[in-house]
């Protein structure tokens, strides 16, 4: 069993009374320490000359941690257990984001300006001139984020209620990075004409659409016909957020390494949306050599029924994931924990890079690696290169709406990426600091200027 790091994803708060005398608040945080919990803050809620009672968050690796970190401070004498709650559940209540209007309504006249009857005007000057809908209503800075639940983050098909949560959270990360307004769209259905046809019917509402949690290959036909069928971008994140974030990183290994895109093999584990999608963008940045594998090993000529998405990348080599890493410059994982080895890594080439992307456990640890590669990326916010989605998707939306793309292009995910990578200065950068920290404010604006130059040189900006 892999030993995960504590991380606030599992964080608990416990409040429990003991009595008031020295020691007592020792023993409780020596019986957390000794199940392996990452303390935290401590409060004091009340007290008096017999009792105390403190609150105390403690972060876990999982579940079932929580529930030993809980039992180990319940089997202390003295100790009573008032309430435990899960942190970030707690956070979730009500859901995370509401709808707020952006302008005071506290009179007669603001009613009648707002809504009828003088919004009829604003109506008919839309009937009249349809390119208003951007300036006089919210579609110009708003995004659908539209998920059939299939598959959602590693978890698999949960539905639309279980996507929702993620969707929230996306919605949020727009506005916090990008100041764009995004709304959840779950839908009930896993069809993929239902999905195009509900997505084209909300479409006037909307400035852009961004895919997400759609399993492949659906997804890859749902984003074709889309982007055929609308006149707003369409973004899959799944497949492009993680392929431009990668590629960012990449950029950035390699100039550690002092090697070039044009001379590294790379060998991939992953051929679902994110692993294609991420093999596109690299070769298309100037790798030439790819070895894509999946749960049966490598993507070979040699075996029957390929998608024809693996189809592109079929190699003429064959065998396992293990003899595709032999000799490899690049390790990219996006599939499932535990794949990789460190003795797969020592055959790696010299100075290995390794982005073991899988979440919430890596296809590796790093630390079992530190002294086998030179520059280790997970998709973990807990160790050093996390690959995180939101260093791509806020900038990219903000660049096409801005200059009001019609597409999104190859040319804009390679310039958003270029524009990343070029955030951490010679100085910066080093062995566990290749890609900017998520909450750098120069990200999103510096993606969103790289996008709409490149929609421009393009002829795909509209404004």
């Known amino acids: 069993m ?10 608990l708060t416990l409040r429990f009374r003991l009595p008031n005398r020295a020691g007592m608040l020792a023993s409780v945080v020596q019986s957390i320490a000794s199940v392996g919990g990452n303390l935290g803050q401590i409060d004091l809620v009340e007290q008096n000359r017999k009792t105390s009672v403190r609150d105390i968050t403690v972060d876990a690796s999982s579940t079932e941690h929580a529930e030993k970190i809980t039992q180990a401070v319940k089997n202390l004498d003295e100790v009573e257990v008032l309430e435990v709650y899960d942190r970030t559940f707690n956070l979730h209540r009500g859901g995370k984001i509401h709808i707020q209007s952006r302008l005071p309504l506290k009179s007669q006249a603001e009613l009648a300006m707002a809504y009828t009857p003088g919004v ?241 456990i890596p296809e590796i640890q790093p630390e079992s690696i530190q002294n086998e590669a030179a520059v280790i990326a997970t998709g973990r916010s807990d160790y050093a290169n996390q690959i995180n989605n939101v260093l791509a998707f806020p900038g990219v939306f903000r660049g096409a709406l801005n200059c009001r793309a019609s597409n999104l292009t190859t040319s804009m995910y390679l310039e958003a990426a270029s524009a990343i990578a070029s955030l951490v200065s010679p100085n910066q950068l080093d062995r566990e600091h290749i890609v900017p920290s998520v909450f750098d404010e120069r990200v999103s604006t510096a993606v969103s200027a790289a996008v709409q130059r490149a929609a421009r040189q393009e002829g795909v900006a509209q404004w």
């Open 2 to 11: 892999v030993e995960l790091t504590p991380n606030s994803s599992y964080s």
């Open 120 to 360: 009829g005007r604003v109506s008919r000057a839309i009937a009249d001139d349809p390119q208003l809908v951007y300036s006089l209503t919210m579609k110009g800075n708003t995004v659908a984020i539209v998920s059939d639940g299939s598959a959602v983050l590693g978890l698999g098909n949960l539905g639309p209620g279980g996507a929702l949560p993620v969707m929230e959270g996306k919605a949020m990360l727009f506005k916090e990075f990008a100041g764009i307004d995004a709304f959840p769209i779950c839908l009930d259905t896993q069809d993929v004409d239902e999905i195009v046809a509900t997505v084209k019917h909300i479409a006037p509402v909307f400035g852009g659409v961004n895919l997400e949690d759609i399993s492949a290959p659906r997804c890859f036909e749902v984003e074709r016909r889309l982007r055929e069928e609308l006149d707003i971008p369409v973004f899959h994140d799944d497949q492009h957020g993680t392929a431009i974030v990668t590629l960012a990183a990449l950029i950035n290994a390699l100039k550690l390494v002092n090697k070039s895109m044009s001379e590294i093999r790379i060998a991939m584990n992953g051929a679902g949306a994110a692993g294609l999608a991420i093999a596109r963008l690299l070769r298309k940045a100037g790798v030439g050599d790819i070895v894509l594998c999946d749960s049966r090993g490598i993507v070979s000529t040699q075996r029957d029924n390929l998608t024809p998405q693996k189809q592109e990348f079929a190699s003429s080599m064959s065998g396992t994931l293990a003899d595709a890493v032999k000799g490899a410059d690049v390790f990219v994982g996006v599939s499932v924990p535990g794949v990789l080895t460190v003795e797969m890594v020592k055959t790696m080439a010299s100075d290995a890079i390794v982005m073991a992307m899988a979440n919430p």
